[in-house]
């Protein structure tokens, strides 16, 4: 079973509108993290926001918020006033415990586009 | 801003080949990772590493993979025989702490082809 989903492959949204990237994830433990970066065409992976299974209140980050809906399971990515420079793949990923020294499991990403 | 380094940023390879990916990680990261990501697929977790000793590694690092902390700065990836299937973006991260809100920084990847 996947650890991440990610069911939109591609999103296509207009300059200035707000765009919600979906993320469900599956896992038994209670603690947990989740993190979302973005992969421009360059290749590189930039962190974006992180929340814990934990926090009581969603994650903000400048113009990206977190939806987290623990009993749902999911943890969309809310990009406000988007802009030309958001068009990038965006992967989800979760971090679970592993005796201190966790790896991410990532999602298969969506692939976002902004248009002018 | 500190980054994490990795060189090159484009290796070719004949298949059967050994190769080493090179990484500096953050200056004061504990943690480090390898991950790797084929060619319009997800990224794929290939090893963690603290304390100069593997912590975890998935089934894809075989007995053809290696890691290694050579010094206080580089972090490594050696694949000692190279096969087509090898070829992929290859990113090292490194943490503060391996587990909490502290994220992974990733490089921006080695891109290894094998002929």
């Known amino acids: 079973a996947q650890k991440i989903t990610q069911t939109q492959p591609g999103m296509f949204v207009q300059e200035k509108e707000a765009v919600t990237l979906d993320c469900t994830y599956d896992t038994s433990d209670p603690s947990y993290g989740l993190f979302w970066y973005k992969q421009p065409s360059s290749g590189e992976m930039i962190f974006l926001i992180y929340?814990?299974?934990?926090?009581?209140q969603n994650a903000t980050e400048g113009r990206y918020s977190l939806n987290f809906q623990k009993a749902r399971k999911s943890a969309n990515l809310v990009i406000s006033a988007s802009q030309l420079g958001d068009s990038a793949m965006y992967f989800c990923a979760m971090r679970e415990p592993n005796f201190g020294n966790e790896k991410l499991t990532f999602g298969t990403g969506t692939r976002l586009t902004i248009i002018p | 801003e500190p980054e994490v380094t990795q060189t090159p940023s484009h290796q070719v390879t004949q298949m059967g080949q050994e190769v080493i990916l090179r990484c500096v990680p953050i200056?004061?990261?504990?943690?480090f990772y390898w991950y790797r990501q084929i060619l319009g697929q997800k990224v794929e977790f290939l090893v963690s590493f603290y304390n100069n000793e593997i912590s975890e590694k998935s089934e894809i690092f075989d007995d053809q993979f290696s890691v290694e902390r050579p010094d206080g700065s580089n972090f490594t990836l050696k694949i000692r025989s190279t096969k087509l299937e090898d070829s992929a973006m290859y990113f090292c991260?490194?943490?503060?702490?391996?587990?909490?809100?502290?994220?992974?920084?990733f490089g921006d990847g080695t891109r290894l082809s094998i002929l």
């Open positions: 929340q814990g299974s934990y926090d009581q």
């Open positions: 200056s004061n990261h504990l943690y």
């Open positions: 991260a490194s943490a503060s702490r391996g587990q909490g809100s502290q994220p992974q920084h």
